[in-house]
Nanobody
Framework: QVQLVESGGGLVQAGGSLGLSCAAS????????MAWHRQAPGKSREVAAT???????VYADSVKGRFTISRDNAKNTVYLQMNSLKPEDTAVYYC????????????WGQGTQVTVSS
């Protein structure tokens, strides 16, 4: 079973930047899509950014132009660079992986708190 461990969360002022990392316990193969989801207090979990095995990226409209997702398969790590942070970005951020082929296994990290003060 793959374990995903996030790091890099914390407290930052509005307009600031934070970088998150997600380290996988096993090799992130080219057949695995990775994503960052987030869940704000009292709200449903939502996907913030996704990176496909081929390196294509998709962003939620709310973070487009401010967040950048990237991956380093050699280091089994996916990153989320967050710039121009807003108070509404405050949430627990979760790393997620999913195989794009059978058996389509998926895994979640334990989450890391990001708090943006106004």
């Amino acid at each position: 079973q793959v374990q995903l461990v996030e790091s890099g969360g914390g407290l930052v002022q509005a307009g600031g930047s934070l970088g998150l990392s997600c380290a996988a316990s096993e090799s992130i193969t080219s057949g695995t899509a990775m994503a960052w989801h987030r869940q704000a207090p009292g709200k449903s979990r939502e996907v913030a950014a996704t990176i496909t095995p081929g390196g294509s990226t998709v962003y939620a409209d709310s973070v487009k132009g401010r967040f950048t997702i990237s991956r380093d398969n050699a280091k089994n790590t996916v990153y989320l660079q967050m710039n121009s942070l807003k108070p509404e970005d405050t949430a627990v951020y979760y790393c997620y992986s999913r195989e794009v082929g059978p058996p389509y296994r998926s895994y979640w990290g334990q989450g890391t708190q990001v708090t943006v003060s106004s």
